[in-house]
T-cell receptor, first 113, second 109 residues
Framework: SAVISQKPSRDICQRGTSLTIQCQVD?????MFWYRQQPGQSLTLIAT?????????ESGFVIDKFPISRPNLTFSTLTVSNMSPEDSSIYLC??????????FGPGTRLTVL | QKEVEQDPGPLSVPEGAIVSLNCTYS??????FMWYRQYSRKGPELLMY????GNKEDGRFTAQVDKSSKYISLFIRDSQPSDSATYLC?????????FGGGTRLMVKP
């Protein structure tokens, strides 16, 4: 399986600011995803990061709030914009294989004050 | 009703016990079934991946899928304190992975 790293691992941010989370994979992958895991909850898919085109967002998530970049097959960023305390969560990137398995990064723990 | 239901626990067992973790689902389109283990403050780790109904074994872990009942299970034999984690079931249909809420397991020495 691919080795996935995320930066930062954690951050504490002020309300109204933005944070960009980076996801780096050690090999080229076709499919990359961004998830949110709120405290004590399961994972919710935010969007699929498409290389060379706009991300595909799930219901309840919009590009203005969560802009995503995917400049190549090993890297993606997720920005959490105009943050509020409700955005406090763990943000996870994952990569997919041809057999629909997904492998996750270690996550970014975000606290918004 | 959620598409994937999973008892949140916590489930507390003594070391050496056989653990049974379960999920039910409502969407007949789910074709691929996975179990993830998530330790505190870590990302989910893929444990088992199955496609068809039946059993799949990997060491102390056995994944079981019953598509007719829309029911999947993960069995852990000879449970160890290091198995203490949250276990998430996940199911794939089309282009999306849907997760259960996770079951927190505690294995006591």
């Amino acid at each position: 399986s691919a080795v996935i790293s995320q930066k930062p691992s954690r951050d504490i941010c002020q309300r109204g600011t933005s944070l960009t989370i980076q996801c780096q994979v050690d090999s080229q992958v076709t499919m990359m995803f961004w998830y949110r895991q709120q405290p004590g909850q399961s994972l919710t898919l935010i969007a699929t990061a498409n290389q060379g085109s706009e991300a595909t967002y799930e219901s309840g998530f919009v590009i203005d709030k969560f802009p995503i970049s995917r400049p190549n097959l090993t890297f993606s960023t997720l920005t959490v914009s105009n943050m509020s305390p409700e955005d406090s969560s763990i943000y996870l990137c994952s990569v997919g294989s041809g057999t629909n398995e997904q492998f996750f990064g270690p996550g970014t723990r975000l606290t918004v004050l | 009703q959620k598409e994937v239901e999973q008892d949140p626990g916590p489930l507390s067992v003594p070391e050496g016990a056989i653990v049974s973790l379960n999920c039910t689902y409502s969407n007949s389109a789910f074709q691929y079934f996975m179990w993830y283990r998530q330790y505190s403050r870590k990302g989910p780790e893929l444990l088992m991946y199955t496609y068809s109904s039946g059993n799949k074994e990997d060491g102390r872990f056995t994944a079981q899928v019953d598509k007719s009942s829309k029911y999947i299970s993960l069995f852990i034999r000879d449970s160890q304190p290091s198995d203490s984690a949250t276990y998430l079931c996940a199911m794939w249909a089309g282009n999306m992975l849907t997760f259960g809420g996770g079951t927190r397991l505690m294995v006591k020495p």
